[in-house]
């Protein structure tokens, strides 16, 4: 250090002031929440300026600060003082800086979106109607956490069927809807589907997580299991934008609740820090991939949500050490990455021209690949008929897996209609499911369980063609229950009707063009859905 000169002050009075001197050039703002941020413009090692951005409260910016004096007074300043300085500069950005909002990984702007590539010289894609292209210091602010990782600098003339080597996948429905699932992870505002990856030991559920979320998302360490708490979970959202979750061996209710919550957008209140009376708001709406061994959704609501795929173990042939899967995906991944942002550039464009006829869940995610369709790799068409065939799957699936839906379903066979309080469709369901059923663990003890159980399943149930209703009359609320057909029809896994194609009634007949014209990439003549 070099000796000090004369007349230098020595005392640390004064610092904060000399160290708010220092941050002039920063640029202060505040999130629509009221969280204070600065943004620093800094020089790369290519002499390139990127911007980074510091939380000003908590975080780096006060590493930087520290830093920044030491190289100009060759002086270590003290806490205080910084504290200090810090307290003025998130004032400052509160009460004089503008509100602007701060992202992590991907944004929109008008009709662009802005992927963030978090690499050394601060480069994000920016990805419009007409292409896409790699650029700097975008109109948006991205905060880069720590545990995130750079993605590669995406290349052209690639196709997401370079993606399909690396997916234990073998049917071509199967390989769509993960297609499906990154394009929709790539929507700027969601909501976003649930990707549930089931299978057996050895069926390589970890590592297509992993390299799903690392496409667009990666980051430090492996996957995690779910956190303990609403609070860990709430914190842990914002701060990605791929969530994924490793080895559950079930959904209970309330990570049920949260993971829907977190799939269609919503929000976490708690006590700030530090204060008593504050409340800190986390909003967040973000992708989210599970990974479990045995089924792992059961309530409706929750399975509406769901792309649910079963991986097959895989084959002895097929396995390969760690370092060679990684070193291949890691030579591929910048052409996936491109098409994947071809087909979003295409989504983008395709914005007045493709629109469903009929909705279904999630229909902005649905909406959102079909418009992309014409630049992926299958015909158009083939994704909805694909997402549709899965939810079917997976209603028959969820209502075969409750035992109220289940039974109410066995029990209406030879019924047109009934109606009664449900003390009283308690006491019919629990004869006909017999003492083995009516007695395990989870079947309703009292009426109000079975209408939450009922009010749970009724979309579920009306798809499969039982309808339910709750009529209030003078003494009590009645249970309607009505099926569809006749005796003999309701719509069950083995009654259903199969189509020998996924391109049927339901599935290709859904897409429409709007400029009254074929869809781009359609087959002349082979989909009438295209009009």
Known sequence: MRPQAEGEESSPKGQDLQIVQLAADLHLFHTPDREAFASVQTTTSTGHTKREVHRIARGSLQRY?????????NRIPTNDALQRALGLLEAQAIERGPEESIFTRLAER????????????GEVIRVGPEGWEVTRNPPVHFLRPMHQRP???????????????FLNISEDTDFHLVCAWLLGAL?????????CLEGGQGSAKSTTARLLRGVIDPRKGGLRGFPKDLKDMAVAAPRTHILAFDNLSGVSDFISDWLCTVSTGGSQGSRKLFTDADEEVLEYCKPVILTGITSLVGRPDLAERCIILTLPPLRE??????????AAFAQ???KILGALLDAVSAALKNVDQVELATKPRMADFATWVARAESACPWDP???LAAYQANQRQTVDGTLQADQVASTLQSWMEEKSEWSGSASELL??????AGEQVSRVKGWPRLAQHLTRRLRQASVFLERSGIEVEFRKTKRQTEVWLSRKGGPGNVATSATAPQSSSLWDSEGGDNLTSTVGQCHPGAPPGEYEGYI
């Not at 042939?317 to 990684?326: G, I, S």
């Not at 006491?427 to 006909?432: C, E, G, I, M, T």
């Open 65 to 73: 600060l520290c830093l920044r004096f030491y190289e100009q007074k």
């Open 110 to 121: 008008g009709q662009d979106l802005y992927l963030d590539l978090s690499n050394e010289e």
């Open 151 to 165: 993605l590669p600098r995406p290349e052209k003339g690639g196709s997401l069927d370079d993606l399909r080597e």
């Open 187 to 195: 929507h700027p505002k969601g909501p976003y589907p649930i990707l």
């Open 317 to 326: 042939d097929a396995r390969c050490n760690e370092e060679d899967f990684w």
């Open 332 to 334: 591929a991944h910048p």
């Open 381 to 383: 068409g083939l994704f």
């Open 427 to 432: 006491a019919k369901l629990s004869a006909h």
